[in-house]
């Protein structure tokens, strides 16, 4: 595949992907069993959730990137990477819903982060993306005018980047 005009590429992947999303839920009709599948489809809601520009649009592929990724961890609740999309996508559906509700998401999708480090330990990957949680959420309070509790989260990022950096330098070392 070569793509000449990236523009058009991206366009033509945004007018076409309800088809696939609709042609990977009727597979998933059909054994709604797999957990992967159902990340596929979490995939694709979130990739339209964060280039759509119609506020109804990105609250309808919140909504919809949140199902499945539950759909995921439901059918394999040990798996570290599914609570980190799960954690994504209740990210998304605070950024598109208001006050305390959205406030709510952001606490929850900090639980699951934690969640996939409980069972993922060793990972930097894991342990930065809660990091990096963990500073957007307390910059934010710090901004709304909750700076202890912004703060808070803030000193608390500072030490799971470095533990990130840990895990991730010692991944080198034993490769």
Same mark, same amino acid.
Request: charged residues 30%; aromatic residues 16%; glycine residues 6%.
């Given at each position: 595949?070569?793509?000449?005009?990236?523009?058009?590429?991206?366009?033509?992947?945004?007018?076409?992907?309800?088809?696939?999303?609709?042609?990977?839920?009727?597979?998933?009709?059909?054994?709604?069993?797999?957990?992967?599948? #159902? %990340? /596929?489809?979490?995939? &694709?809601?979130?990739?339209?959730?964060?280039? @759509?520009?119609?506020?109804?649009?990105?609250?309808? *592929? #919140? %909504? /919809?990137?949140?199902? &499945?990724?539950?759909?995921?961890?439901?059918? @394999?609740?040990?798996?570290?990477?599914?609570w980190? *999309?799960?954690?994504?996508?209740?990210w998304n559906?605070a950024?598109?819903?208001?006050?305390?509700?959205?406030?709510?998401?952001?606490?929850?999708?900090?639980?699951?982060?934690?969640?996939?480090?409980?069972?993922?330990p060793?990972?930097?990957?894991?342990?930065?993306?809660?990091?990096?949680?963990?500073?957007?959420?307390?910059?934010?309070?710090?901004?709304?005018?909750?700076?202890?509790?912004?703060?808070?989260?803030?000193?608390?990022?500072?030490?799971?980047?470095?533990?990130?950096?840990?895990?991730?330098?010692?991944?080198?070392?034993?490769?």
């Amino acid at each position: 595949l070569f793509i000449t005009d990236r523009a058009r590429a991206f366009d033509l992947a945004m007018k076409y992907s309800p088809r696939r999303i609709e042609a990977l839920e009727g597979w998933d009709a059909f054994y709604p069993h797999d957990p992967e599948l #159902a %990340v /596929e489809i979490f995939s &694709w809601y979130d990739l339209l959730f964060r280039n @759509s520009r119609d506020p109804v649009a990105r609250k309808r *592929y #919140a %909504v /919809e990137s949140e199902r &499945w990724a539950k759909a995921a961890t439901d059918r @394999s609740p040990e798996v570290a990477w599914f609570w980190t *999309y799960y954690a994504k996508a209740l990210w998304n559906r605070a950024e598109v819903e208001p006050g305390a509700q959205g406030l709510a998401y952001y606490f929850t999708a900090l639980d699951y982060y934690r969640r996939a480090i409980e069972l993922f330990p060793v990972s930097g990957v894991v342990t930065f993306q809660y990091a990096e949680a963990l500073k957007g959420l307390g910059n934010g309070l710090i901004n709304a005018g909750r700076v202890d509790d912004g703060r808070r989260l803030v000193n608390e990022s500072r030490e799971m980047y470095v533990r990130a950096d840990l895990l991730a330098r010692y991944t080198e070392l034993v490769r």
